[in-house]
């Protein structure tokens, strides 16, 4: 039975523009760092898991599991909690400096969250909230046909699987909250806007680069053409994020962690842009196989659209510069380097173009990048 501990505590922030935010974030242990989101969790369908909250923190915080039944705290069934007759927790919370444990078996599997269940108008802006995966039963990830998200035969097989989750951060209320004075909702206004809680470019960054110790997470997109490549949505903000990919559309096979299927018949459809809204979770495929490419014939023959290739008219230099993956083209224009393995670049970012700057300027905020390369080592792209 898995037992996961997780440490709410404060931290700082690194934004692209020099910027060093207050947050509040959930860590692997309890010297280890605050974390944005918090440490990501797998689970597995029909089996029971165990989540240890320890609450360093100066006032109560919570846990809730959104779309896990029967949740129990410290054994008993979570109920909310009042203070002064006035709502505080919509689940048992845990006082500043104890623990709360809570168990539940996940019946469904999936793409889902977790998040403070405290005044989570302040606490889940603060950083308080992570992914939960759920397994199927019969997942296995060493046989094509059970390397799925929602089990054998529903049409969800995938190559390679990322996790974006969405943010944003209004610098005020954090300013707020480290001073201790209070904070009006009513003047919510964000300045940055994260995937995984970084800003661009950062959001480029590998994994667990020690420039961000409290942002572990990087989220750019690897496959190669042909791949199916899962991104599991999760939207742990307060506001609707409008993602997409570019260089295909997605098919999206589920929404909130429910498969879309009935009975027989396959429900998953074709998106270029899926709104995200607060709390929602959306499983896509995405699979390049555009501009001829065929595993038979590796050489497309049609030139790609520059337009799906590169940042814009400024220059095109997330190009290699070739149609052919893998090869080195003549150079654009304007193009000052190479891509270093001839890997194709498309964009993925929320289409609400506020949202892809930093504080204003763009290029920043809710933008990475979905990389294709010729050919790219079966580790990357695996969650575990
Ligand atoms: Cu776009």
Redesign the pocket.
């Known amino acids: 039975m898995p037992i996961i501990d997780l440490w709410a505590k404060e931290g700082y922030l690194s934004t692209p523009d020099g910027n060093s935010i207050y947050f509040w974030g959930f860590a692997k242990s309890e010297t280890g760092p605050a974390q944005l989101p918090g440490p990501y969790i797998i689970a597995k369908q029909g089996e029971t898991i165990t989540v240890n909250l320890h609450n360093m923190l100066s006032e109560p915080v919570s846990v809730s599991f959104p779309g896990q039944p029967e949740v129990l705290a410290d054994g008993q069934p979570v109920a909310p909690r009042y203070s002064n007759g006035q709502l505080l927790s919509f689940v048992n919370h845990a006082e500043s400096g104890s623990t709360v444990t809570y168990t539940f078996t996940p019946t469904h599997p999936g793409t889902f969250m977790y998040e403070s269940g405290t005044t989570p108008h302040k606490q889940v802006p603060m950083g308080l909230y992570g992914g939960l995966l759920v397994r199927p039963t019969d997942y296995n990830p060493d046989i094509n046909e059970y390397k799925t998200v929602y089990g054998f035969g529903t049409n969800t097989e995938y190559d390679r699987e990322y996790l974006l989750i969405t943010g944003e951060i209004d610098p005020s209320l954090h300013q707020a909250v480290r001073e201790e004075r209070p904070y009006h909702v009513s003047k919510y206004l964000p300045r940055y806007w994260t995937l995984n809680g970084r800003c661009a470019p950062d959001t480029m960054f590998l994994d667990n680069v020690n420039y961000l110790p409290h942002q572990p997470y990087g989220s750019m997109v690897m496959g190669q053409p042909g791949e199916k490549i899962l991104m599991r949505y999760i939207g742990a903000g307060v506001d609707n994020h409008p993602l997409?990919p570019?260089g295909s559309h997605a098919r999206v096979v589920a929404m909130d962690g429910r498969l879309l299927r009935n009975g027989s018949i396959d429900l998953s459809f074709k998106r270029f842009t899926v709104l995200v809204g607060a709390g929602q979770t959306y499983d896509l495929i995405y699979q390049w196989d555009g501009l001829g490419y065929t595993p038979e014939n590796t050489i497309p023959t049609t030139l790609p659209d520059k337009r799906n290739m590169g940042i814009g008219d400024a220059g095109w230099t997330m190009w290699s510069g070739s149609p052919y993956l893998g090869r080195k083209g003549d150079i654009p224009v304007g193009v000052v380097s190479y891509n270093e393995f001839g890997e194709y670049y498309f964009?993925l970012?929320s289409?609400e173009e506020l949202q892809i700057t930093n504080w204003g300027e763009f290029p920043g905020g809710m933008m990475t990048w979905v990389a294709i390369y010729s050919s790219l080592s079966p580790d990357v792209g695996m969650l575990k």
Request: aromatic share 0%; charged share 0%.
């Open positions: 997409h570019h964009m970012h289409h």
